[in-house]
Every structure is written in C-alpha cells, then in structure tokens.
C-alpha cells in the first residue's frame, strides 16, 4: 500500500514543486529525479503488499505491468526532454516560465495516469482521465503556434466530448449494477462490480459499454474517433508525443479493457468483441492508407501508433488466451518502440529544423548513431523480426488465422500495407545524400541516445525470448481478460 | 329557446366586437408611442365607408375574384362559431379543432387564388409569402392541436376546454403548445414580427400585399374577415390555456359570467398583443422560416414531452 | 413522489432540454453563452429540487457548484473573453437552422427511444431525466459541428456537461455527482484559460489587447 501511494504521491508532490521553480536546468533534473523515484517504487510493487479490493485504488495482475511500464517510458522520457528542452531554449522555442508550466503539467499528466491505471473506482478513474487529457492538452498548445492551438483545441473538444459520454457509460453502469448490488460506492467499485457482474442488467451493461468504448475509443484514438491525434502529436514537443503514444493511448485501452472484463462476466450480456474488431480493422486499414500521404515525420509516426492501437484493440476483440497475450505484449512492445521513436524523431528534428519530411534525408550518413537508431526503430516498428512487435504481431495473426480465417485477411494486408509504407519512408528519411542541417545544430549528445537503445534493446529482448515468469503472468492476464 | 340564443350570440357577437378589439388594439399601440391615436368606432366607419363605395374591378378578374372575399369570410366565421367563447353548451356545429384549423386554411386559399387572379405583381409576391408562411405554420399548429389532444384526449373544443379547466398539474407541455400556437397565430393574423398590417411598404408587405387589388365592399369583407381571424385566434388561446369561467350549462347567470369575462380576456389579449407589437422590431422575410420552425419545434417538443410523462406513468 | 414534485421535476428537466433547443438557435455568441448560463441556473434548479424531494444534501453541493460556476463564473469569464479579444458576435452556421432543428429533433427521438426501454424497471423520473439527458449531451456536439466557432464550441460542451450533470442528478444515490461536475467545471475554465489567455500573452507580451489596436493604428496611420 505505502508503495502504491508513493507511486501515486511523488509525481503530485513533484508537479507542485516543479511549479515554482524557474530555473529550468534543475527543473529538468528534478523531473528525472521525480520520475525516477516514482520508477523504483512502481518497481516495489511487485514485492509490496497489495491493497484489499474494494476500495479506492486496486493493484492486481493487469494494472501492476501497467503501472510499471508507464513509470519506466515516464522516466525514459523525463531523461530526453531534459536534452530535448535544453536544446529548445537555445533555438528560443521555448522560454523558461513555460518550461516551469511543461514540467509541472509532466508531473501531473504522469500523476493522472498512474491514477487512472490504479483506480478500483470507476469515478476516480474517469476524473483521473479527464486530469490526463487536460493536462496534455495544455502541453500540445506549448509552442503557442496557431497550429499548436488548433491541435490543442481540437484534442480538448473530441477528447472532451469522448470523456462526457464516458461519464454517461459510467452512470449506465452503475444502474445496471444497482439491482445487486445497491445505491453507493459498492456499485462503482471495479472489484465489486466484477465479482457480481453475472447478476447485472444485461441490455442496461451493453448500452453502457457502446458508450464507454466511444468514449474512452475516442482517447484510444480508435477510427473513426481519431481526428485529434495525429494533430496532437505533430504540433506538441515530442516528448509529449512520447508520452501520448507510448502511454496515454495504452491508459484509455486498459480502462475500454477494464469494462470488457465486466461485460465478460455476465454471460447474457452482448459479445464486445464485434465492436472492438470493427474498430480495430478500421484503424489499421484507414491508417495503412494514410501513412502514404504523410509530409510531417511526426504524423507519420502518429499514423502508426493508430494502426498499432487497431491491431490492439483487434486481438482483445478476438479475445480468448492467445489473442489476449499477443494484445497485452502488443501494448507493451508499442510502448517501448514508438517512445523510442519519437525520441529519435525529436533530435532529428532538431538538428535538420524540420519536421518535412522532404527536408530529412540520408540521416545514416550525417548523423550514423541517430539515422541507425532511426533504422532499428521503424524496422521494430513495421513488425520486422527480431523485434517483440514482430512476435505479438505473429500472434495476432496466427491465432486469428486459426479460428477466424476471414479476418486475418484484412489484418495481414493491413499490415503489409502499413510496412510498405514506412519502409519507403525510412528509405528515404535514413539513406541517400544527407540535407543540410539546421544553422547552429550540435552533435546529439550519447547520453541522450540512452533511452533510445534501452527501449531497443528490451523490444529486441522481448523478440528473441520472453522469460518464463514474463509470459506465465501474460498468461494469467490473458485469462482474466476473457 | 336558450340555446337559440347562445346560438345567435355565438355568431353575432364575433362580428360584431371584432373590429372593435381592432380599434382597442390600434388606440393602445397609439397611445404606447405617444400618439393620441383614431378613436376607439373607427374601424366600423372605415368598413361603413368601403361599404358604401362601389368596387372597381380590373378588366380581367374573373368570378373567384369577386367570389372569394365572401368565401373567405364565410369561413372564417363559421370557424369562429365553433369556438366556446363564453360557453360549452349548445354550439350544434360539430366542428373540432382540425375543422376550425381546416376552415382557415380554406379561407387563405381562396385569397391567394384571387391574389394571382387579376396577374399584378403585388398580388402574386403578396401570395407567395403568405403561402410561405401558410405552409409553415400550419403543421406547427396541427403539432400544437396533437399535444392538446393528448391531454384532452379529443380535440373538440368544449371537451378540451372543460378538460383543461379541471386542471392537470404543471405541464410543460401545455406551456409549449401555448407558445407554438401563440407564434401561429402570430404568423396567421399577419401580426408584428411576422408582418405589419399598418404598412403598405412594398418590400415588407404580405398580407396587405395580396390583397391590395381589391377595392369597396370587397375590401371591407376582406378587412372584416381579418379582424374575425384575429378575434378567433385570440378566442382560441383565452378558451383553451385560460378556461375559467367558461359557462358548463345554460344558466342565465353563468352565462352572464362566461360572456363578461370573455371580454375581459379578449381585451387583455389585446393589450397583451399591442404590447409586445410596440415592443418588438419586424423580422426580416428570411427569418420567417426559423421564427415559424421554432413554433413547430415547440410543437414537436410539447408532444414528446407529453409522450414521455404519459408513457411513463 | 407526489403528483406535484414530479410535475416539478418535469418541467425542469423539460426546461434544460428546450434551452438546448434555444442554444441551437442563437446567432449572436453572447446570447448563446446567456443561454446555456440560463440552462446551468434551471439545472442547479432541477438539483436542488432533487436535493429536497429525496432529502440528498449532497446535492446542494451540485445546485451550488452549477449556480456559481457555470451559470454565473464561466459565462462571465466568456463574456469577458470577447470583449478582451474582439471576437465578432456573429456566428454563421454551418448549415442551415432548419436542419440543425430536423437533426436535434432526430436525436432527441433517438435518446428518448434509447432510454426509455432501457430502464423498464427504474423510478419515473430516473427514466425522463436520463432521456432528456441524454438528448442534451447529444445535441452538444451537434451544436458543436453546427457552429464552427471556438466559444460555441465551448457553450456546445458546457451543455453537454448540464445534460450530464441532469443525468448523475437523477440517478438515486450515485456516488461522486460533486465530484464530477466540479472536474467538467475546472476543465472547461482551465481550458478557456489555458489557451486563449496564453495564446494572447505569448502573441502580444502583454494580455492588453489594445496593444493590437495600437499596431493597427501605426499601419493605417
């Protein structure tokens, strides 16, 4: 319990303090130092005595892996955008006092999401994604270009509009649990509610349901509910592009997930899985069309975590033990890919003063350490072996193949459409004659380069072997899933 | 014997008191703006004056020119008849709110026919505004007579009346209706904000535009006719939203009552109208729709309310 | 409840849903913002009536919050915006108000045969208020792609909140209505705030905006 309220205490702690301090080199180590405390007591979890179901907050098999990643890529991230930022100041993107703002928003942004993964009530877990979305979309407005603003604008009032009917899921839930289990905090408690989900009104839960995936899909940024996020991704400071796709997106797939479970255990209810597939397949085939299109290196990048979140959200459609699995493994492996990206991206963009695409070629030769990271990355990314992206992908494919036939079809188009893409990308983004860098662009220093390889390195890991504890609790997951 | 005379004073005293209210209308509106305004008879020595004067037909009007402003006012105080102004009893017509709604529309047809007759331009663009707003404020006002019938379970009149005075709780309903039906009526009578019928400006006009063609007697039925419709709508509304009073049975002294008040009502709504008139500015011809479709919306609300609250209990 | 507690409920869940109706209807910003500051004041109305009926004090809470945040605060902190940034009171919509009205009217059908056979077995006026809740919070957004307009896009949220707020109003005993509404409230103003109030400092190094006027003046002499 005293780890879990440090978890939850140390970024609200921190975004309080990092509000008053202005000078921002400290500020960017403080957020690390923050961070890093939040990392080793999420990593105390695992040991530490876990709270009774029931009440507030909630740490079982399914959140605590979450709980986990999300402090690791928050502490990977506060490590680049302390170079990130530095650079920023000198091209005098950013000013000091709204690095005070960003680091404050960081903490609290990190803070609500480790509160909505650990909420056992339903209430607290939706304030806690409204705190997420507000606090991010304060980000993406950081750079106060008219385009930041619109990108900002546009992700509160879809995300707003999300949230709102997410509220009113959340109400039809309740109702539905009124008849078993009564008025009160009992009936909005996760853990009570799924050990009398079996009793609950059935046609009351499915409407609710439709409801919640529309409105925590609209944060999944499942189509056709995704207008905002290649937008927000773009027109924000990368590492809260990091952070959206490597976290934020998983946070609202846990919360549709959480429901999915109810809906799993009463057994007249309807089968989320149509509606989760339909969405899914959409994505992944809308944005394997998009990513041709693209001329922003971000919003490439933010295609593709559209496509990823589809291909997530398709295998927790299919459900059963192994789709499960391949879903959970996805979640992770894009998490730790595509934050590893965007790093990636950020520094690229620093040094050619670009996000055109048409401004960035044959970073292999101008820049080896960033043009190979960049390499590695979108090959882990496209799905590539030896990569972990490779395997969940293979999974979701074979197993779908095995009971669905029909529908691995699309998928493995989909999937190969998405690979072209950005291997025609990468081709011209990594290779060739170099472009010209940006005036007064330095070297990237290696120690900034460290959470690139470190999230490399474990998709690679996680590619060539799973340990067996790893994947016994995948397991275990998997099955509480449905 | 009595209900003779409920009869006779049913379908006299409409037309007989019409052009009065108009008068109390126009002094109150004059004396509103500060003007000491025509003296209360006047409309009677204007429709006297037209009367007397012999009506110049163009060369080329044929029989319905001169035949509609008979029917039109035939149909409007046939509708006026059937309205339970002072009481419930006795009234023999058969006509519900469908049939008065119906009568109405029959005497607007007959109009715009003849407005299009004699082929001027006014005639024709004073026609095709008023079947504008025809066209729009009729399926408010048969949304408004569904939410009525709801409540009363029959939309005859004395029956709607008599439900309504025994009183059915807040109905939010009923307030829409009332505002739907206020807004028709508004449109119909060829009031302010919909059109003024004090002007002759051709940009503006509708009423006074379709009708300009005509000229003697013909006008005076045509004049009369208006200020009967007028009376109507007003009748309508005081019997409908405020139903007290109204006599059940024909005791002389109920009907004293029913017939006082009923007077008392017309000449508040009057006042209440001169008001407002003198208090709000014209909209322009393009607003008709929304200002219409807002009527029909209150309408479609007042029903769906109802239906929720009756399908509920 | 009673006959008469009912009817009042009614009307003033009926009342929120016809300003949703009226706030489809505005042209000029500032009315719209009247509107829906209007609509928070029957809402905070229909809470507390709620608070009294079925003896909920919490719900005061509610009425308090709806009264003082979002019938009086956010709309005046609008109202303050366009004075400040000059924004033209004219909104334009998109398409026509007699389809907006056609499409509202749809919806609020479709909440209603949503609703009603959802909740066979609940109480009366749980039932009404979660349909005409639901109809607000569709007619939001609706409003929202009817009007492409920041400020409507804000009155369209904040309306969408009331209808919401009706809702968690009329459900017995739910847990965390306080909470809820005071979060949508912190939103909507943070946001407001957030954006515009910077977006102006970072342009022009100062929030006065006659700064602009100055510039105007130096170009047009």
Known sequence: MTALLVVLGVPAGAALVLAFIANWRLAAWLNVAASAATFIAAAALFTAERPAPGHLLLVDDFNIYLIALTAFVALTTAIFSASYIAHEIQRQRLTSRLLRFYHAMYQAFIGSMLMALSADNLGLMWVAVEAATLSTALMVSLYRTPAAIEAAWKYFILCGVGIALALFGTMLMYLAAQPALGEGMAAVTWSTLLAHAANFDPALLNVAFVFLLVGYGTKVGLAPLHAWLPDAHAEG????????????????????LRFKMLLAANPQALAPGPLMIGMGLLSLSLSALMLYRRRDIKRLFAYSSIEHMGIAAFAFGMGGPLANFAGLLHMTMHSLVKAAIFFTVGHIAQVKGSQRIA?????????????????????????????????????VVSSTFARQPALALPVAVGLLVCFGALLLRLHHLAFGPSSPNAAGSHAVPTLSLVPIWLHLALALVAGIYLPAPLVAWFQSVARLLG | MTALAILVVQLVAPAVLAPLLT????????????RRGPPLLQPYRDLARLMRKEPILAHNASWLFRGAPYGALGAVWLAMAAIPTFTTVSLGLGLDLIAIAGLLGLARILLALAGMDVGTSFGGLGTS????IGALAEPALFIAIMTLALVAHSTALPDLTLALSEGVGLRVSLAL??????????AETGRIPIDNPATHLELTMVHEAMVLEYSGRHLALIELGAMLKLALYLSLIACIFTPWGIARDAQPAALAIGLGLWLL????????????????????????????????????????????????? | MSGLAFDIAHLLGALVLTLSFALLYQRRLTAAINVVAM??????????????????????ATAAIALVFKAIAVPALLHWLIRRLNISSTVEPVFGVTLTMGLGVGVTALAILLVLPLTAGETLLLREDLAFALAVALLGPLLMIARRNAVVQVVGFMSMENGLILAAVGVKGMPLVVEASVSFSVMVATFIFGVFFFHIRERFDSLDVSRLEEMQGERHP
Do not use: C
Not at chain 1, 377 to 389: D, Q, T
Not at chain 2, 177 to 186: C, E, H, K, R
């Open chain 1, 237 to 256: 400071p990368t590492p809260i592009s990091a952070v959206l796709s490597g976290l934020l997106l998983n946070v609202a797939l846990y919360a549709v």
């Open chain 1, 359 to 395: 401004d960035i070629t044959g970073l292999t030769t101008s820049h080896p350490a960033l043009g190979w990271s960049l390499v590695a990355g979108v090959v882990a990314i496209a799905g590539l072996p030896p990569f972990g992206v490779f395997t969940s992908e293979f999974l």
């Open chain 2, 129 to 132: 505004r008023e079947m504008t």
């Open chain 3, 39 to 60: 609509q928070a004041a029957v809402l905070a109305a229909a809470a507390a009536w709620q608070a009294i009926t079925r003896d909920s004090p919490h719900l005061f």
């Open chain 2, 177 to 186: 209706a009332l505002g739907a039906i206020v807004m028709v009526a508004m």
């Open chain 2, 23 to 34: 008068g109390l209308i126009r002094k109150i509106k004059a004396r509103l703006l500060g």
């Open chain 2, 265 to 313: 009502k017309l000449a508040a709504g009057g006042l209440a109208l001169a008001v407002f008139e003198t208090a709000i500015a014209k909209m322009r011809v393009f607003r008709y729709p929304e200002f219409l479709g807002a009527a029909l919306l209150f309408g479609v609300l007042g029903t769906v309310f109802l239906y929720i609250s009756q399908h509920l209990k």
